[in-house]
């Protein structure tokens, strides 16, 4: 069967044909390559729901990954694969499952409890691997609604034509990809910007107003695109917060769904990502504008901006995280490629100006 394979380097997606056998998979990759992935290799990360595309990863570190359409193939490992196959999911006992998770979480909740209050963040990881992909969506939903409830989403038809320019260029790399992403504008001077669960992104006016031209913008959404793909978000609200929405995300359930979101909307504005989530994200999301064929340096140049900012004690929220936003700069710097790809630009470049402050009855700021 046709599945997409993620190398572990690269964000773009290789079409490869799978073959079930009895001790392990058989990957063809286009141009005759194959690769042979056995059942003790493989855990698998996603496909435990009914409507969720199976997820099988090997490796340590950035995994291999490979992302299967449909669901009949854990069958099919089931059925050749007979004991080697016992820690992968079996679709057939996906409803006593469910209440074994449950009844499972609910007798470890005191001895979870404590592992999260002393501060250990090693369960964020696999916790939300396990998390649907469907649920964190819906979550995301749920984060918009509050963040929307003290400022007004900037609707102006120009503007939000214009930004979804911005992020069909992006987006268009991303093939099998399990996020639909949208772009909400805040009407706030904060300068900030955020990732939602779910392929949510929030810009507030603030940031938008500092952008000098597209290619800025687009380097913060790149950014931010990528910690959505990574989970970076999901992980840092599952962190922090409380057991009972942890076992309700691990079991599916969206029953007060409201409350979560308002939590998770508290997490994302008060908390930041640590050193590593904020490199991989400056590292793929450059990657990513390489792909779209979109001026990189926009991203170094608004970074450089924001720098600045902090050090004349200007009040942002955004890049105010570990590591530093001048080591941030020189590690991008350096990963610029010698020949950079043929470069596209927006063909409203020369009326960002006008287009940065049709949100609210604003002007550009100064700086």
Request: aromatic share 6%; hydrophobic share 35%.
């Amino acid at each position: 069967m046709e599945c997409s394979y993620y190398d572990g380097r690269s964000p773009i997606p290789r079409h490869v044909r799978v073959t079930v056998e009895p001790s392990g998979l058989t990957l063809k990759v286009p141009g005759g390559t194959t690769r042979f992935w056995g059942y003790q290799e493989l855990r698998q990360t996603q496909g435990r729901y009914s409507g969720e595309e199976v997820r099988l990863e090997r490796g340590s570190g950035i995994d291999e990954t490979l992302v299967v359409p449909n669901p009949g193939i854990l069958l099919a490992i089931h059925q050749e694969g007979g004991t080697r196959t016992s820690h992968l999911h079996h679709p057939g006992t996906r409803g006593r499952r469910v209440f074994l998770t449950i009844l499972a979480a609910l007798a470890c909740v005191p001895v979870i409890y404590a592992i999260f209050s002393w501060g250990i963040p090693g369960l964020a990881g696999p916790i939300t691997k396990a998390i649907p992909i469907s649920w964190e969506i819906r979550l995301g939903e749920f984060v918009i609604q509050e963040f929307t409830k003290n400022h007004a989403a900037c609707d102006d038809p120009e503007l939000t034509a214009n930004i979804e320019t911005i992020m069909m260029s992006l987006t268009n790399p991303l093939t099998q990809s399990p996020y639909s992403f949208r772009v909400t504008v805040v009407d706030s001077p904060m300068v900030n910007a955020l990732a939602a669960p779910g392929g949510n992104i929030i810009v507030f006016r603030g940031l938008l107003e500092d952008t000098d031209r597209p290619e800025e913008l687009a380097g913060v959404l790149a950014h931010e695109i990528q910690h959505v793909r990574l989970r970076h978000g999901m992980r840092l609200i599952v962190q922090h917060m409380s057991m009972a929405v942890i076992i309700a995300a691990l079991s599916g359930d969206t029953s007060g769904m409201l409350s979560y979101g308002l939590q998770a909307a508290q997490t994302l504005q008060s908390l930041s990502y640590g050193r590593e989530a904020e490199h991989q994200a400056d590292e793929e999301g450059l990657s990513l504008l390489l792909q779209a064929h979109i001026d990189p340096n926009g991203m170094m140049t608004f970074f450089s901006k924001l720098s600045q900012a902090q050090r004349d004690n200007s009040p942002l929220r955004y890049l105010s995280t570990h590591p530093s936003t001048e080591e941030r700069i020189r590690h991008l710097e350096n990963l610029l490629p010698a020949q950079i790809p043929q470069i596209q630009p927006f063909p409203f470049a020369k009326n960002w100006e006008h287009i940065r402050s049709l949100c609210g009855n604003t002007t550009p700021s100064t700086r």
